[in-house]
């Protein structure tokens, strides 16, 4: 350890906390979370013939480290799941790709709460359910939702004094409190069954409707009777598409996974009530060279830390580090005890085993899948080889694109397609430095001239040329690119790809090259030029909200 981090771990607090290790070019690549901080920071440094070859591997990585003191252990688990989503560190343990796993939000601190669909949960007031593995799912339930109990889906200003209510009002798939037709009151009433349901808490709302209708029918509200009637039938379909597994009515999470070469898969069943009223399937990154308890340990935690409702027992697969923290930080979520445990015999094995098992085929599932797309992107690659007349197979393509409106907030892209697979770890964003107005030949060639600058330079990040550029744009843009190239004294085979009639410059001919519509090689130029173009609009908007 050199002596300067040595004299840093000495000054570290012996109380709880969160640290967060650091590469040399100062990126965090590791949070943790300890009961005595100085003490685990130490034990990264010190050499173990039992340590992993994970760890020994992070150990050589690390440059430098921050801390954060904690009042608690379970203050500390909190904010190292915050962390872990926030900077995704690539020796956690963590969700593969974690934006594509929605969440619902529910804005309570609203008056007529909103439901919503959104990529993160944050701590500002609202109630989310999630993190859904599959989107077509959610929309599912959503639609179900809807039937059941119409909300409120436009962003209007809900004042009560509209005169005219939209068509789902009159299709009944929404309220209408914009014209009053619901009272406040009334309408988080509805919005609460939404939770419940959610919950899979399907009997408590059926109680409560049943009530509701009775209290209606008996103060001859007719009309609202019939609405609740219709409400209770939606629930009971819905019910009997729900598979028992616990005679007593019982809330658990039922949580396992499935390991195979370096990857991972959790399963959740969610039982409610004693039924199975719905699965997900998490695939998680990271986990190559973890025991398989340290990776269920970090998947219940960042699983947990945003889901709105945490059932009175869940069953898992194999032991956890941290339990007894664990349990603490989820009984306090609940308000209420909630039970930990490993099933080894029993009804309750075998629920956990059949979670197991389905982790097992989603892994299966998706290795047959990569195989598959891997020989669909290498027919393109070979495909687009032929096409071009390249002479080796075109594995590291870069795509570049300039985004700008007159010149404001000029920016380029460079997206990274690694055997036709985008490698979203190696985009850049390049935010135009040199250029005055709408100059898009000029921020094509200051793009270039940085990435391929740095190159020569020997930059780590930047060392390994392409196999092909592609340019989006046409004969002048191509042109830019060959003069960088040819001044930094590179060839690197560049092709431009025009929107308009799908047209391919290359150097040497004025004669565009058409692919035949059908064209694996012409899919795959089309993904490049899109997701560059798709990359630099990003960030050209993200810059033009800051002005």
Known sequence: MASDLEEKVKSIPTGPGVYLFKDEKGRVVYVGKAANLRNRVRSYFSASPTRSPKLAHLAGTIADFEFIVT???????????????????????????????????????????????VRR???????????????????????????????????????????RACLYYYIKRCPAPCIGAISQEEYRALIEGVCLFLEGRQEAIL???????????????????????????????????????FRTKVDQDVIALARRDGEACAQ????????????????????????????LTSFLKQFYDAVAYVPSEILLGSEIDEASVIRAWLEERRGAKVALSVPRRGKKRGVVKLAEENAAQTLAHLEAQEAIE???????????QEHLGLEALPLRIEAYDISNIQGVAATGSMVVFQKGVPQRGAYRHFRIKSVQGANDYA????????????????ESAWATLPHLVVIDGGKGQLNAALEVLAEHGLEVPTVALAKEREEIYRPGTDRPL?????????????????????FALGYHQKLRRRR
């Open 71 to 117: 009042e608690s252990e379970m203050e500390a688990l909190v904010l190292e799941c915050s962390l872990i989503k926030r900077y995704r560190p690539r020796y956690n343990v963590r969700f593969r790709d974690d934006k594509r796993y929605p969440y619902i939000r529910i804005s309570w601190q609203e008056e007529f709460p909103r439901i919503q669909i």
């Open 121 to 163: 949960a944050q701590r500002d007031g609202a109630k989310y359910y999630g993190p859904f593995a599959s989107s077509a799912a959610m929309h599912q339930t959503l639609d179900t939702l809807r039937r059941i109990f119409p909300y409120v889906t436009c962003r209007r200003k809900l004042t009560g004094s509209d005169q």
């Open 207 to 245: 109680d409560s409707l049943r009530r509701q209708m009775e209290e209606t029918a008996r103060d001859l509200e007719f009309e609202r009777a019939a609405s609740l009637r219709d409400q209770i039938q939606g629930i009971e379909r819905a019910m009997e598409k729900q598979r028992i597994v």
């Open 268 to 295: 959740v069943f969610f039982v409610r009530g004693g039924k199975l009223i719905g699965r997900e399937s998490f695939l998680l990154e990271g986990t190559k060279g973890e025991e398989t308890k340290e990776v």
């Open 374 to 384: 891997e020989e669909k992107a290498m027919a393109a690659l070979i495909d687009l």
């Open 443 to 458: 921020m094509m060639r200051e793009v270039l001239q940085r990435r391929f600058s740095r190159a020569l330079n020997e």
């Open 514 to 534: 058409r692919l035949p519509g059908d064209s694996p090689a012409l899919r795959l130029m089309q993904r490049l030029r899109d997701e560059a173009h798709r």
